[in-house]
Structures are given as structure tokens and as C-alpha cells.
């Protein structure tokens, strides 16, 4: 790790490493639930929740990539295994075993509300005491919300169209 990179963080960190760690087993776990759900989705609105499952797939991964990145710069070893990842996860995964779209919208919104709350607490720890992962982790919950907010508006769509 570069000298002026380890001696500008003011906390352990290898609590910063564990927290990334633990980050990354629920992005990929988002990653296959959002890339898995936009493969069997079935019903209402269709080829729109296809789109808006896949695109946030690719978020998720982009987001899991960024982890990975600070974790090596930080001298961490990301998650190798991933039978890690069901260990280290804290949203989990919710197979998609029903294809009913608003049941697949309503278990992706369940995983972005965790991950929203799980990247917000963890901005409280880094605050004042490592920016640059703090500000990794705000570009991430920023595509969070907006992720929230897409679902939430399918949701939206498809009550309306039922009236
Ligand atoms: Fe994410
Ligand atoms: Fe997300
Ligand atoms: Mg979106």
C-alpha cells in the first residue's frame, strides 16, 4: 500500500478491508439476483422490467469491481470463494423461484433497501476518517437510491395500468 495512502486513513484499516469485504459478497449476490430475475421474469410490463433488472445487473457488478479495487489498493484480499459470499452477505439472496414480475420488482426492492441502509451506516464510520473510500461508497448509495427509486416506479406503472 503507498505510504501517503496508508497514513491518510485515521481508522483501522482492516475494519475498512472487512466492511468492503462484506460489501462485495452482497453486490454480487444483487448482481446474480437482478441478472438471474431479468432471464425468468414473466407477466406485467414485461420486456421493461427485463431492461431495468439487466442494466441493474451491470451497476451491481461495476459497483462489486469498485469494491475490488480499493480492497487490492488497500492491500486487502477480496473475497476468492465465492461460498464467501453467502457467508460475509447481510441482504442475502431471494431466489427467484416465482416469475411474476411484480414479485421479482418487490424482492430486488427488498435487496436495494438493505443495501441503501448497509452503505449509509457504513458512511458514518468512514466520515472524516478515510475520504477516498468514503467517496467510493457515496457514488455507490447514490446509484442505490436511484435504483430504488426506478423499481419503485415500475411498481408504480403497473398499479396504475391495473385501474
Ligand atoms: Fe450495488
Ligand atoms: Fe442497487
Ligand atoms: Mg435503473
Given at each position: 500500500?503507498?505510504?501517503?495512502?496508508?497514513?491518510i486513513i485515521k481508522m483501522?484499516?482492516?475494519t475498512v478491508?472487512?466492511e468492503?469485504?462484506?460489501?462485495?459478497?452482497?453486490?454480487?449476490?444483487?448482481?446474480?439476483?437482478?441478472?438471474?430475475?431479468?432471464?425468468?421474469?414473466?407477466?406485467?410490463?414485461?420486456?421493461?422490467?427485463?431492461?431495468?433488472?439487466?442494466?441493474?445487473?451491470?451497476?451491481?457488478?461495476?459497483?462489486?469491481?469498485?469494491?475490488?479495487?480499493?480492497?487490492?489498493?488497500?492491500?486487502?484480499?477480496?473475497?476468492?470463494?465465492?461460498?464467501?459470499?453467502?457467508?460475509?452477505?447481510?441482504?442475502?439472496?431471494?431466489?427467484?423461484?416465482?416469475?411474476?414480475?411484480?414479485?421479482?420488482?418487490?424482492?430486488?426492492?427488498?435487496?436495494?433497501?438493505?443495501?441503501?441502509?448497509?452503505y449509509n451506516n457504513l458512511l458514518k464510520k468512514l466520515k472524516d476518517k478515510d475520504g477516498e473510500t468514503f467517496h467510493i461508497v457515496c457514488?455507490?448509495l447514490?446509484?442505490?437510491?436511484?435504483?430504488?427509486?426506478?423499481?419503485?416506479?415500475?411498481?408504480?406503472?403497473?398499479?396504475?395500468?391495473?385501474?
Amino acid at each position: 500500500m503507498g505510504k501517503q495512502t496508508k497514513a491518510i486513513i485515521k481508522m483501522d484499516v482492516k475494519t475498512v478491508i472487512k466492511e468492503l469485504n462484506k460489501a462485495l459478497a452482497d453486490e454480487f449476490l444483487a448482481a446474480y439476483q437482478y441478472w438471474i430475475g431479468s432471464k425468468v421474469v414473466k407477466g406485467f410490463f414485461r420486456k421493461t422490467v427485463q431492461e431495468e433488472l439487466a442494466e441493474h445487473a451491470n451497476d451491481e457488478f461495476r459497483h462489486a469491481q469498485m469494491l475490488t479495487d480499493r480492497i487490492i489498493q488497500l492491500d486487502g484480499t477480496p473475497i476468492l470463494d465465492p461460498k464467501d459470499w453467502y457467508k460475509l452477505t447481510t441482504c442475502g439472496f431471494i431466489p427467484p423461484k416465482d416469475p411474476n414480475s411484480i414479485k421479482i420488482l418487490n424482492q430486488n426492492l427488498k435487496g436495494e433497501r438493505c443495501a441503501i441502509g448497509i452503505y449509509n451506516n457504513l458512511l458514518k464510520k468512514l466520515k472524516d476518517k478515510d475520504g477516498e473510500t468514503f467517496h467510493i461508497v457515496c457514488h455507490i448509495l447514490r446509484e442505490e437510491l436511484k435504483h430504488e427509486n426506478d423499481l419503485e416506479a415500475i411498481l408504480e406503472d403497473i398499479e396504475l395500468s391495473k385501474k
